[in-house]
């Protein structure tokens, strides 16, 4: 299936973690919530759970580097978001700059699929328009 380039993040007590999101669609109008699938296990999953939100970065096409940093296999022991242009919405969560537009959401559910992928089900809280790899 076709699917667009984002990046999940999340932060809580000074950390910060992101990954590229395997797919993300809207699963609500009213209110509206957005479905974000990654996979169980991933260092990002405590950062969620403890703060209770995660953005979605909409990344340019034109955008080689973020799909690189926010990787599974990027190190671990680095903060992606060290020498990127980043700024938080209302949930505090990290979006980047460089992307075409970001959205803040709140968690209302974590799925277990029983699978290599947690579903995770989220109110949008706040958007913004970026300009992209462009206007960084």
Known sequence: MPAGAFVMAAGFEGKRA???????????DEPLMVGVSIRRGHWIEPLIRDSRAFSISVLDSADALSPRKFADDAPRDDDPF???????LQSQAPVLRRSLAAID????RRLD???DCALIIGRVLDAKIFSGVAGK
């Open 105 to 108: 959401c709140e968690v209302v």
């Open 82 to 88: 060290d020498c990127i242009a980043w700024e938080t």
């Open 113 to 115: 699929l029983e699978a």
């Open 18 to 28: 992101g990954v590229v999101a395997r797919s993300v669609a809207v699963v609500a």
